[in-house]
């Protein structure tokens, strides 16, 4: 058989192995909360960019990264990724929450006493339990665990150093293990979505709330917050998943180069998210903040009015509530 020669079969030739080509090559889309390059916030797009360039350097896969919510609301988007519309979202422990319950150990108030034992917590065994767990019941693989600004912290327009403080203060706060902690000390607890924080907190309809300080800053609370309390109750945090419909449609070597990828985002994103907080702290003094930073005794005192009430929550709440003690086991050999 002689090979094809004619100008039209040497297209049709040209055209099946281009659209061989398309075939074969894969796109990750990822859906992001954030617009593109938004200032203080380098942590969570950056991390997802650097996930980009890993993967494009080490493969013929391509990654869109589509900002600024523009493929729906964060459960949404979850939802996507479960189900392999797309393949990545930035939803975070909140989000994950609504479809795996155990999530929220992790939340359990003063669970973590600093940045650098969250991660070996989570990049141990009891965090690649949980990741197993999680895509067993999810169908979403988790890569890792980012850091979302660090720990919270109290705001509110007086000074609250201990427990006895937050009496009468009507607190924006969402979630039961953030609500019921806040109400054990005498607050009330209000729902007030993020967007209409800000004027929330200049009217007066509530006098406080609790987010990370790169969030604080992000919508100016420091212009209708006078105190900032640094308490660090509750950990930041989000799974770095992808739908493992998509992982598995894979090569092994494209998997590796996921894997790798997620890897080095997990790392770009804690460097960025340790050097936003310490540059937020700053930048909230500067605004005339009167930033506070509490002693021992005054965070252990926090932490026997918000742990017990929330630990009694978790009982009642999770699929597996062994997972409290083996949290907290956990955490004591990591320190």
């Known amino acids: 058989m002689k090979a094809l020669r004619s100008p039209l079969g040497a297209t ?115 965090g690649q339990a949980m990741a197993d767990d999680i895509l067993e019941r999810t169908n979403i693989r988790v890569l890792g665990w980012w850091e979302s600004g660090g720990f919270k912290h109290f705001s509110a327009d007086r000074a609250v150093e201990s427990p006895e403080d937050m009496q009468g203060l009507k607190m924006r706060v969402l979630g039961p293990l953030a609500t019921i902690p806040v109400e054990a000390m005498g607050a009330s607890a209000s729902p ?37 309390m640094l308490t660090g109750h509750s950990y930041a945090f989000g799974p770095l998943g992808i739908s493992n419909i998509f992982f598995e449609s894979l090569s092994e070597a494209d998997q590796q180069v996921i894997l790798d990828a997620g890897e080095a985002a997990i790392a770009f994103n804690r460097e960025a998210s340790r050097a936003v907080e310490a540059g937020a702290i700053d930048f909230a003094r500067e605004q005339g903040v009167n930033v506070i930073e509490l002693s021992d005794g005054q965070r252990d005192a926090f932490r026997q009015a918000m742990q017990p009430v929330a630990i009694d929550w978790l009982r009642d709440n999770i699929d597996r509530p062994e997972l409290i003690e083996e949290a907290l086991e956990a955490v004591a050999a990591a320190q």
């Open 192 to 228: 007030v979505s993020f967007g209409e924080l800000y004027t929330a907190l200049r009217t007066g309809v509530v006098d406080g709330q609790d987010n990370s300080v790169a969030t604080f800053n992000l919508v100016n609370l420091y212009e209708v917050q006078s105190h900032l």
């Open 12 to 126: 049709a030739l040209a055209a099946g192995l281009a659209l061989g080509t398309m075939a074969s090559a894969q796109e990750i889309t990822v859906g992001l909360s954030l617009p593109q390059d938004m200032a203080g916030f380098d942590f969570v797009n950056g991390m997802y960019e650097a996930f980009a360039s890993h993967v494009e350097e080490h493969s013929d896969m391509t990654v869109n990264l589509v900002y600024g919510g523009a493929l729906g609301a964060p459960n949404d988007r979850l939802g996507q990724m479960r189900r392999g519309i797309i393949e990545m979202t930035d939803a975070a422990d909140g989000n994950y929450a609504s479809i795996y319950a155990d999530i929220q150990v992790l939340n359990m108030p003063y669970l973590f006493p600093s940045e650098e034992v969250a991660w070996e917590v989570l990049d141990g065994p009891f």
